[in-house]
């Protein structure tokens, strides 16, 4: 009999199993309540009868983990290491004074080559499985203060959702279902950096909002930091948006983009930008470029970030600059390579 992972399994399987839904919101109270999360189901919990119980633990298993490292950085962000069933993987739990946010991996490494990226140096490894991420977020949720809940999950962790598309939208249904009102599906945005198909099945089937890597404001610019884009240029990713959104979707969609000094940081770009979202409604979230070892980018000064930001603004886009969080621990956005201190 094949052996499944309890974070993997549906409400409504867990309830097959046990023979009441009761008893399966009873597992999954207890098994979000545990801190540390356990790697093994103990031998009678409460709210379940006992020939229920061995039922499950017949069928059923946790995740196998460790910590293999925890880092607080001086903003208060906390990055893991982890090693889960042989994969070494990274999550990050980021502070608010409203709400808290879990960044989630979707893969152990990545396949794609984006020049800006520390993952993109470490190769890919595997593919993570719903309960994985499901894991991740049980993880770093207790890091989070009981007046700052971690209600935000983000997929922008390690590796490219879009390859692991029906894993990462199970993850996202399991995340939604009972018992854990802290997350909704207003406040799960899930990252790619641009594959189109997965974009286009994730816009019909998924849950939550779209963010979308861009970076650059021509196909040329793109593919010398994405190589994909000649797979899928920037237009085709636009239009995929664009069609999300005339079938009233009422998602979001976040375009993110990372800013290097003398790349793609011009008042141009920042008019090309503009003219490249017109129709669209979309969220444009700047990011001063965090660095890492070896990688010859840069962020540039401050002023000239202010400036694309003040351009962008007045073509009528909402623009944000999203300010680097936990940086010098190497949690910040680009930055997660495996590396501990």
């Known amino acids: 009999m094949t052996t499944l992972s309890l974070t993997d399994l549906p409400l409504a399987a867990l309830g097959e199993i046990l023979g009441s839904r009761t008893r399966a919101h009873a597992v999954r ?3 979000y309540s545990c801190i540390p999360v356990p790697t093994y189901l103990p031998d009678r919990i409460d709210g ?3 020939a229920g119980w061995e039922r499950l633990r017949a069928a059923t298993a946790l995740p196998q983990w460790r910590l293999l490292g925890r880092q607080l950085a001086v903003d208060g962000t ?7 069933a042989g994969a070494t993987i990274e999550t990050v739990f980021i502070p608010a004074a409203a709400r808290s946010t879990v960044c989630v991996s979707s893969q152990s490494g990545c396949s794609r080559s984006c020049g800006f990226c520390a993952t993109a140096t470490v190769g890919f490894h595997r593919q993570l499985k719903a309960g994985e991420m499901v894991l991740q977020y049980l993880v ?3 890091e989070a203060p009981a007046h700052v809940p971690a209600r935000n999950v983000v997929f922008m962790g390690m590796g490219e959702p879009m390859d692991n598309l029906d894993e990462v939208m199970s993850a996202v249904d399991r995340l939604l279902e009972p018992p854990l009102p802290r997350v909704g599906a207003g406040h799960i945005t899930v990252s790619t950096a641009g594959v189109l198909p ?3 099945r994730f816009l019909r089937e998924g849950r939550g909002h779209l963010a979308l890597s861009l970076n650059a404001t021509t196909d040329a610019a793109r593919e010398a930091l994405m190589p994909h884009n000649r797979n899928w240029p920037i237009g085709d990713l636009l239009e ?3 069609e999300d959104q005339r079938r009233g979707s009422g998602r979001y969609y976040f375009v993110e983009y990372v800013l290097w000094e003398g790349v793609n940081d011009s008042e141009a770009d920042a008019r090309r930008l503009v003219t490249l979202l017109d129709g669209l409604d979309a969220h ?3 990011i001063p470029h965090n660095p890492f070892e070896g990688n010859p980018l840069r962020p540039p000064p401050p002023s000239v970030v202010s400036r694309f930001q003040a351009v962008v603004h007045s073509g009528g886009v909402r623009c944000l600059i999203r300010q680097p969080r936990g940086q010098e621990i190497a949690a910040a956005c680009g930055q997660l390579a495996l590396r501990r201190a």
């Open 29 to 31: 109270r207890w098994l």
């Open 48 to 50: 379940v009868a006992a």
């Open 78 to 84: 906390v990055k893991y290491s982890m090693d889960v």
């Open 140 to 142: 770093a949720q207790s």
């Open 198 to 200: 997965g974009i286009k």
């Open 240 to 242: 995929a948006l664009r």
């Open 284 to 286: 444009v979230n700047l």
